[in-house]
Nanobody, 127 residues
Framework: EVQLTESGGGLVQAGGSLRLSCAAS????????IGWFRQAPGKAREGVSY???????YYHDSVKGRFTISRDNAKNMVYLQMNNLKPEDTAVYYC?????????????????????WGQGTRVTVSS
């Protein structure tokens, strides 16, 4: 059974940093891509970042230069380092897994490709 568990959310002031973690189990982690998505209150869920099995990365324009996604295949973990956080980053953050290798800038953020999701971790950025 595929399981994804997010952690690391919390309350932080604007300009601060958080590191989100996504622990994966139940599948051959090395072969799967992992995406981070977020859903702000009253808004649709959106793709934040994605890392392919070989380490290619993609980011939403609003987080480029501030967020960094990485993976540790030995530990079955994916991380999202979030720096210079802004109030508009406030959301519930989810990690999700996909067997589809997404190498297109227009495809990595499509929820359709992600079959398993974690329960989410809340990030609140105060101004």
């Amino acid at each position: 059974e595929v399981q994804l568990t997010e952690s690391g959310g919390g309350l932080v002031q604007a300009g601060g940093s958080l590191r989100l973690s996504c622990a994966a189990s139940g599948f051959t982690f090395d072969d799967w891509g992992i995406g981070w998505f977020r859903q702000a209150p009253g808004k649709a869920r959106e793709g934040v970042s994605y890392i392919s099995p070989i380490g290619s990365t993609y980011y939403h324009d609003s987080v480029k230069g501030r967020f960094t996604i990485s993976r540790d295949n030995a530990k079955n973990m994916v991380y999202l380092q979030m720096n210079n956080l802004k109030p508009e980053d406030t959301a519930v953050y989810y990690c999700a897994s996909t067997q589809v290798v997404l190498t297109n800038e227009n495809l990595w953020s499509k929820e359709f490709f992600f079959g398993s999701w974690g329960q989410g971790t809340r990030v609140t950025v105060s101004s």
